[in-house]
C-alpha cells in the first residue's frame, strides 16, 4: 500500500512540475521587437516602447495567434470561385488573399472625377495605418472595366499613382465576376458611355477571414473609424 501511494505521490509531482515546466515555456516564447528593427534582431521579454525611435514594441508572437481555419464562414468573400488577373500578370482566386485584413474599393482606370479621389482615400488609408500594422493588410483595387482594364493598364495605373508596393493588388475579372462581387459589397455601377461609368463610392473592409466588418462611403470623408476597425481587426 505504502508503494502505491509513493508511485501515485511521485506522479502527481511530475504532472505538477511539467504543467508548470509548460507554462514557463509558453511564457518565455512571448517576445517583442521594435517594428522597425532600430536595433536589428533585438528582442524583449515585455511590453514597453524602442529607446531609439520610441515606438511601442511589436509582439513577434502574434502570428501564432492568427493561425485561420481552413473553414470559411457563410459570409466571407473566399466562396466565390472566380478567377482574376492582377496587375503582374498572375491569375488568382480571391481565397489567395485570405490571411490578411483587406481593404477594397472598385474603380476604373479611365475615371476622371470620383475614382482618382477615391484612389486618393485608399493611399490616405495606408499613409495613416501604424507602421506594425501595415505588412497585416492588403489594399485591393477591383477594377469595373474589365474590358479596358487589362493587367498592364492596372500595372500603369498603379505606377502612376504611387500605390506600385506589395501591399496593393489590382485585379481584372470578367464582366459577370466583377458583377457578382459589386453585388456582394452593395456597389452600383452602370456604364454611361463606352469609357465612362457611374458607380458607388464605397471602401470596404474584410477581416482574414474575408467576412466584411467595415464599409466607408463617400468621397474624402473622414476615415478615422476606417482606420481604427483596420488595426481593430488586425488584432483580432
Known sequence: MKSIKFILLFTTLTLLVSCDKKSKDETAKIEYQCPMKCEGEKVYSEKG????????????????????????SEESIFNLTSSWNTEEGKTITLKEL????????????????????????????????????????????????????????????????????????????????????ANVLAVKYKQISPLDFSHSNIISVFNPGGELVHQQEGLGVDNKETIAKIIETVNQ
Open 98 to 181: 485570405k490571411g490578411k485584413t483587406l481593404v477594397m474599393v472598385m474603380v476604373y482606370t479611365t475615371c476622371k472625377a470620383a475614382c482618382p479621389r477615391l484612389t486618393g482615400d485608399m493611399r490616405n488609408i495606408e499613409q495613416k495605418i501604424p507602421a506594425e500594422y501595415k505588412d497585416d493588410v492588403q489594399f485591393v483595387f477591383i477594377s469595373i472595366d474589365p474590358e479596358n482594364d487589362t493587367p498592364e493598364k492596372l500595372k500603369q495605373f498603379a505606377v502612376d499613382n504611387y500605390i506600385d508596393g506589395e501591399q496593393w493588388t489590382f485585379l481584372q475579372g470578367t464582366e459577370s465576376n466583377v458583377r457578382e462581387f
Open 49 to 72: 516602447t524602442c529607446p531609439v525611435c520610441e515606438m511601442d514594441l511589436r509582439l513577434l508572437s502574434k502570428a501564432s495567434k492568427k493561425v485561420l481555419s481552413t473553414e470559411i
